[in-house]
């Protein structure tokens, strides 16, 4: 967090910071309140424990800047990386994402081999059965303009919190399906390569996420077959108000 608002603080534009608890047991909210110390650019929102995609949904919903990124808690990809996205607004793109994928250099800092290897077969699969053209669709790290936003995460049908709180953690690819309905609504995408450092606190479990993942995917294919996704009525141009909202999912 102090990093964070320390960062933003130094930018030309206006900032929001969004932080969404997913249910925690720990002392997250009292200490991210802590260290906001009354500031009203920080905004906390409690949710029950539904898992990183509708804690994401939420705080991407309530954002009011007019570009709203999200990124992971832990700074995996440093804040400092959306320096790499915000100029592809200003060339029209829609949603701007970053990857870990296509920049010529090392940007899986501290990976190990097993999880890289995982991660390419996931992204082969993906391109083969939901999202052609895009080399790394799970980065945490993505920026979008609000009315983006606004019209994707409420079509989403998976992770929607419909089935109420769960147990345990959750790593799931809604991803996919947010891209996945970006491409079929003609918003214009441009993937960005950005450093990203593992973190040995990763919940990832190699076997039950893996299935769940390819799971989500197929999901997402299936709904689209059954013509369950409402493609029409895309949003008017988006406006010029430059302010960017950052959205730190716990």
Same mark, same amino acid.
Request: aromatic share 10%; proline share 5%; charged share 25%.
């Given at each position: 967090?102090?990093?964070? @608002?320390? +960062? !933003?603080?130094?930018?030309? =534009?206006?900032?929001?910071?969004?932080?969404?608890?997913?249910?925690?047991?720990?002392?997250?909210?009292?200490?991210?309140?802590?260290?906001?110390?009354? *500031?009203?650019?920080?905004?906390?929102?409690?949710? /029950?424990? =539904?898992?990183?995609?509708?804690?994401?949904?939420?705080?991407? @919903?309530?954002?009011?800047?007019?570009?709203?990124?999200?990124?992971?808690?832990? $700074?995996?990809?440093?804040?400092?990386?959306?320096?790499?996205? $915000? /100029?592809?607004?200003?060339?029209?793109?829609?949603?701007?994402?970053?990857?870990?994928?296509?920049?010529?250099?090392?940007?899986?800092?501290? &990976?190990?081999? =097993?999880?890289?290897?995982?991660?390419?077969?996931?992204?082969?699969?993906?391109?083969?059965?939901?999202?052609?053209?895009?080399?790394?669709?799970?980065?945490? %790290?993505?920026?979008?303009?609000?009315?983006?936003?606004?019209? !994707?995460?409420?079509?989403?049908?998976?992770?929607?919190?419909?089935?109420? /709180?769960?147990?345990?953690?959750?790593?799931?690819? %809604?991803?996919? &399906?947010?891209?996945?309905?970006? !491409?079929?609504?003609?918003?214009?995408?441009?993937?960005?390569?950005? &450093?990203? =450092?593992?973190?040995?606190?990763?919940?990832?479990?190699? !076997?039950?996420?893996?299935?769940?993942?390819?799971?989500?995917? $197929?999901?997402?294919?299936?709904? *689209?077959?059954?013509?369950? +996704?409402? +493609?029409?009525?895309?949003?008017?141009?988006?406006?010029?108000?430059?302010?960017?909202?950052?959205?730190?999912?716990?």
């Amino acid at each position: 967090m102090r990093r964070i @608002l320390d +960062y !933003l603080s130094r930018q030309p =534009y206006t900032f929001e910071v969004i932080v969404v608890d997913d249910g925690s047991t720990d002392r997250t909210v009292e200490r991210v309140r802590a260290v906001a110390n009354g *500031d009203p650019r920080v905004i906390v929102i409690e949710n /029950p424990h =539904y898992g990183k995609g509708y804690t994401v949904r939420t705080g991407m @919903l309530a954002a009011r800047g007019a570009i709203a990124l999200f990124t992971d808690a832990d $700074l995996s990809t440093p804040i400092e990386e959306i320096e790499r996205l $915000l /100029p592809y607004f200003d060339e029209g793109y829609d949603v701007v994402i970053g990857s870990r994928e296509g920049g010529g250099r090392n940007q899986r800092i501290g &990976e190990p081999f =097993y999880r890289h290897l995982m991660g390419r077969v996931f992204n082969f699969i993906v391109q083969f059965i939901a999202v052609r053209g895009i080399q790394d669709t799970q980065c945490g %790290f993505k920026a979008m303009r609000r009315e983006a936003a606004q019209d !994707l995460f409420p079509r989403l049908r998976l992770h929607d919190g419909s089935t109420g /709180p769960i147990q345990g953690s959750m790593v799931t690819a %809604f991803d996919v &399906e947010l891209l996945f309905l970006a !491409l079929k609504r003609g918003y214009k995408i441009k993937e960005v390569p950005v &450093e990203w =450092y593992y973190s040995n606190e990763s919940k990832v479990n190699p !076997l039950k996420d893996s299935w769940r993942n390819l799971r989500d995917v $197929l999901l997402v294919r299936w709904n *689209d077959l059954l013509g369950r +996704y409402d +493609y029409s009525d895309k949003p008017a141009s988006p406006p010029s108000e430059r302010q960017v909202s950052n959205l730190g999912e716990q």
